[in-house]
Protein backbone atom coordinates (compact mmCIF):
# COMPACT_ATOMS: atom_id res chain seq x y z
CA UNK A 1 0.00 0.00 0.00
CA UNK A 2 3.09 2.45 1.18
CA UNK A 3 4.71 1.59 -2.39
CA UNK A 4 1.47 1.95 -4.42
CA UNK A 5 0.93 5.55 -2.56
CA UNK A 6 4.55 6.40 -2.93
CA UNK A 7 4.43 5.64 -6.43
CA UNK A 8 1.31 8.01 -6.76
CA UNK A 9 3.22 11.09 -4.92
CA UNK A 10 6.08 10.82 -7.47
CA UNK A 11 3.03 10.97 -10.07
CA UNK A 12 1.55 14.18 -9.17
CA UNK A 13 4.77 15.88 -7.80
CA UNK A 14 6.08 15.40 -11.33
CA UNK A 15 2.65 16.98 -12.67
CA UNK A 16 3.27 20.19 -9.96
CA UNK A 17 7.55 20.21 -11.44
CA UNK A 18 6.30 20.08 -15.29
CA UNK A 19 3.57 23.24 -14.80
CA UNK A 20 6.14 24.96 -12.88
CA UNK A 21 8.99 24.42 -15.45
CA UNK A 22 6.62 25.66 -18.00
CA UNK A 23 5.56 28.89 -16.29
CA UNK A 24 9.43 29.76 -15.43
CA UNK A 25 9.81 29.26 -19.07
CA UNK A 26 6.83 31.19 -20.53
CA UNK A 27 8.52 34.02 -18.04
CA UNK A 28 12.33 33.18 -19.75
CA UNK A 29 10.81 33.52 -22.91
CA UNK A 30 8.36 36.07 -22.90
CA UNK A 31 10.40 38.14 -20.28
CA UNK A 32 8.62 41.57 -18.71
CA UNK A 33 5.82 41.40 -21.09
CA UNK A 34 5.18 38.16 -20.18
CA UNK A 35 5.19 38.63 -17.06
CA UNK A 36 3.01 41.77 -17.14
CA UNK A 37 0.30 39.74 -18.86
CA UNK A 38 -0.04 36.97 -16.50
CA UNK A 39 -0.34 39.90 -13.85
CA UNK A 40 -2.59 40.95 -16.13
CA UNK A 41 -4.51 37.90 -16.45
CA UNK A 42 -4.84 37.37 -12.60
CA UNK A 43 -6.24 41.18 -11.64
CA UNK A 44 -8.87 40.06 -14.27
CA UNK A 45 -9.53 36.76 -13.14
CA UNK A 46 -9.65 37.95 -9.27
CA UNK A 47 -12.21 40.93 -10.95
CA UNK A 48 -14.23 38.26 -12.15
CA UNK A 49 -14.67 36.47 -9.96
CA UNK A 50 -14.73 38.70 -6.97
CA UNK A 51 -17.69 40.09 -8.09
CA UNK A 52 -19.36 37.19 -9.06
CA UNK A 53 -19.92 34.80 -6.58
CA UNK A 54 -21.56 31.74 -8.26
CA UNK A 55 -18.55 32.42 -10.82
CA UNK A 56 -16.22 31.69 -7.69
CA UNK A 57 -17.65 29.12 -6.03
CA UNK A 58 -18.18 27.34 -9.38
CA UNK A 59 -14.24 27.77 -10.24
CA UNK A 60 -13.88 26.32 -6.87
CA UNK A 61 -15.59 23.30 -7.68
CA UNK A 62 -13.85 22.44 -10.94
CA UNK A 63 -10.73 24.45 -11.51
CA UNK A 64 -8.50 22.23 -8.91
CA UNK A 65 -9.54 19.27 -10.84
CA UNK A 66 -7.23 20.41 -13.19
CA UNK A 67 -4.44 20.42 -10.62
CA UNK A 68 -4.74 24.35 -10.15
CA UNK A 69 -4.02 25.33 -6.68
CA UNK A 70 -6.71 25.63 -4.65
CA UNK A 71 -5.67 28.16 -1.98
CA UNK A 72 -5.43 31.39 -4.21
CA UNK A 73 -9.67 30.38 -5.12
CA UNK A 74 -9.91 30.13 -1.06
CA UNK A 75 -8.61 33.82 -0.93
CA UNK A 76 -10.62 35.41 -3.07
CA UNK A 77 -13.54 32.85 -1.71
CA UNK A 78 -12.43 35.24 1.89
CA UNK A 79 -12.44 38.60 -0.14
CA UNK A 80 -15.61 37.71 -1.32
CA UNK A 81 -16.73 36.81 2.37
CA UNK A 82 -15.54 40.15 3.49
CA UNK A 83 -17.94 41.78 2.02
CA UNK A 84 -20.87 39.28 1.79
CA UNK A 85 -20.00 37.93 5.25
CA UNK A 86 -17.82 35.14 5.91
CA UNK A 87 -20.09 32.19 6.98
CA UNK A 88 -22.11 32.44 4.02
CA UNK A 89 -18.80 32.33 1.84
CA UNK A 90 -17.78 29.32 4.01
CA UNK A 91 -20.96 27.75 3.33
CA UNK A 92 -20.66 27.91 -0.15
CA UNK A 93 -16.88 26.51 -0.10
CA UNK A 94 -18.13 23.92 1.55
CA UNK A 95 -20.94 23.06 -1.38
CA UNK A 96 -18.16 24.11 -3.49
CA UNK A 97 -15.78 21.35 -2.23
CA UNK A 98 -18.44 18.90 -1.93
CA UNK A 99 -18.99 18.76 -5.49
CA UNK A 100 -15.02 18.54 -6.22
CA UNK A 101 -14.44 15.63 -3.94
CA UNK A 102 -17.54 13.74 -5.85
CA UNK A 103 -16.77 14.54 -9.25
CA UNK A 104 -12.82 13.95 -9.19
CA UNK A 105 -13.13 10.61 -7.05
CA UNK A 106 -15.68 9.44 -10.00
CA UNK A 107 -13.23 10.34 -12.73
CA UNK A 108 -10.53 8.47 -10.90
CA UNK A 109 -12.78 5.45 -10.11
CA UNK A 110 -14.10 5.12 -13.51
CA UNK A 111 -12.27 6.11 -16.94
CA UNK A 112 -8.99 7.36 -14.93
CA UNK A 113 -8.83 4.06 -13.17
CA UNK A 114 -9.99 1.75 -16.66
CA UNK A 115 -7.43 3.92 -18.99
CA UNK A 116 -4.09 3.48 -15.91
CA UNK A 117 -5.23 0.00 -15.79
CA UNK A 118 -4.28 -0.40 -19.61
CA UNK A 119 -1.20 1.22 -19.22
CA UNK A 120 0.05 -0.74 -16.20
CA UNK A 121 -0.99 -3.49 -18.09
CA UNK A 122 2.28 -3.40 -20.01
CA UNK A 123 4.41 -2.69 -17.19
CA UNK A 124 5.21 -4.91 -13.82
CA UNK A 125 2.78 -2.61 -12.01
CA UNK A 126 -0.82 -2.81 -10.84
CA UNK A 127 -3.56 -1.25 -9.48
CA UNK A 128 -4.99 -3.62 -6.46
CA UNK A 129 -8.29 -5.38 -7.80
CA UNK A 130 -9.33 -5.10 -4.09
CA UNK A 131 -9.75 -2.48 -1.89
CA UNK A 132 -6.28 -2.37 0.73
CA UNK A 133 -7.53 -3.09 4.37
CA UNK A 134 -5.73 0.11 5.76
CA UNK A 135 -7.35 2.40 3.56
CA UNK A 136 -9.74 4.12 6.08
CA UNK A 137 -6.24 4.80 8.28
CA UNK A 138 -3.52 6.36 4.83
CA UNK A 139 -6.98 8.48 3.85
CA UNK A 140 -6.85 10.01 7.57
CA UNK A 141 -3.32 10.73 7.23
CA UNK A 142 -3.42 12.13 3.52
CA UNK A 143 -6.11 14.35 4.13
CA UNK A 144 -4.20 15.78 7.16
CA UNK A 145 -0.69 15.35 5.77
CA UNK A 146 0.63 19.51 5.46
CA UNK A 147 1.40 20.17 1.74
CA UNK A 148 -0.78 17.19 -0.05
CA UNK A 149 -2.26 18.90 -2.90
CA UNK A 150 -6.01 17.92 -1.80
CA UNK A 151 -6.76 16.96 -5.22
CA UNK A 152 -4.06 14.24 -5.45
CA UNK A 153 -5.73 12.89 -2.53
CA UNK A 154 -8.80 12.98 -4.10
CA UNK A 155 -7.65 11.28 -7.69
CA UNK A 156 -5.34 8.95 -5.63
CA UNK A 157 -8.17 7.72 -2.91
CA UNK A 158 -10.65 7.53 -5.97
CA UNK A 159 -8.17 5.19 -8.24
CA UNK A 160 -7.51 2.93 -5.31
CA UNK A 161 -11.07 1.94 -4.63
CA UNK A 162 -11.92 3.53 -1.19
CA UNK A 163 -15.92 3.20 -0.92
CA UNK A 164 -17.28 6.49 -1.76
CA UNK A 165 -18.81 7.07 1.48
CA UNK A 166 -16.11 6.55 3.52
CA UNK A 167 -14.05 8.73 1.33
CA UNK A 168 -17.07 11.21 1.92
CA UNK A 169 -16.54 10.76 5.69
CA UNK A 170 -12.99 11.23 6.02
CA UNK A 171 -12.44 13.81 3.09
CA UNK A 172 -15.80 16.36 3.62
CA UNK A 173 -15.14 17.27 7.24
CA UNK A 174 -10.95 17.85 7.26
CA UNK A 175 -11.54 20.01 4.16
CA UNK A 176 -14.62 22.14 4.69
CA UNK A 177 -12.83 22.74 8.27
CA UNK A 178 -9.37 23.90 6.71
CA UNK A 179 -10.70 25.70 3.72
CA UNK A 180 -13.45 27.68 6.38
CA UNK A 181 -9.93 28.38 8.25
CA UNK A 182 -8.61 29.83 5.04
CA UNK A 183 -11.96 31.66 4.20
CA UNK A 184 -12.22 33.18 7.57
CA UNK A 185 -8.26 34.25 7.36
CA UNK A 186 -8.77 36.04 4.39
CA UNK A 187 -12.25 37.47 5.37
CA UNK A 188 -10.63 38.93 8.32
CA UNK A 189 -7.74 40.24 6.31
CA UNK A 190 -9.95 41.99 3.73
CA UNK A 191 -12.60 43.15 6.09
CA UNK A 192 -10.79 44.46 9.18
CA UNK A 193 -12.41 41.68 11.27
CA UNK A 194 -10.01 40.61 13.48
CA UNK A 195 -12.06 38.44 15.19
CA UNK A 196 -12.33 35.89 11.39
CA UNK A 197 -8.79 36.51 10.91
CA UNK A 198 -7.88 34.68 14.33
CA UNK A 199 -10.68 32.44 13.76
CA UNK A 200 -8.88 31.20 11.01
CA UNK A 201 -5.51 31.43 11.97
CA UNK A 202 -6.33 28.77 14.41
CA UNK A 203 -8.09 26.36 12.60
CA UNK A 204 -5.57 26.25 9.79
CA UNK A 205 -3.04 25.75 12.78
CA UNK A 206 -5.47 23.00 14.67
CA UNK A 207 -5.54 20.58 11.20
CA UNK A 208 -1.47 21.61 10.88
CA UNK A 209 -0.68 20.07 14.25
CA UNK A 210 -2.90 17.62 14.31
CA UNK A 211 -1.32 16.09 10.90
CA UNK A 212 1.51 16.27 12.40
CA UNK A 213 0.57 14.07 15.58
CA UNK A 214 -0.92 11.78 13.11
CA UNK A 215 2.06 11.19 11.06
CA UNK A 216 4.59 10.89 13.99
CA UNK A 217 2.02 8.30 15.60
CA UNK A 218 2.07 6.62 12.02
CA UNK A 219 5.98 6.49 12.20
CA UNK A 220 5.97 5.26 15.61
CA UNK A 221 3.67 2.67 15.60
CA UNK A 222 5.65 2.07 11.94
CA UNK A 223 8.42 0.84 14.25
Known amino acids: MGRKLLLLTGGVLAVFALL ?117 EWAIILRLTPGVPFIFSNYGLGLLGMPFTQYLLVSLPILSFTGCGYVLAFAGIFGGEWKYLWTGACIIGVTVLLGRFVLKRKGKSAD
Request: net charge neutral.
Open 20 to 136: FAIYFILLEIGGESARLKLEELWETTRNTLTHNGPLLFLAIAILPGFILPVAPLLGLAGLWGGENGPWLSCLYCTLALFANLSWTYWLARGPARSLLSKLLARTRFHLPESTPGNML
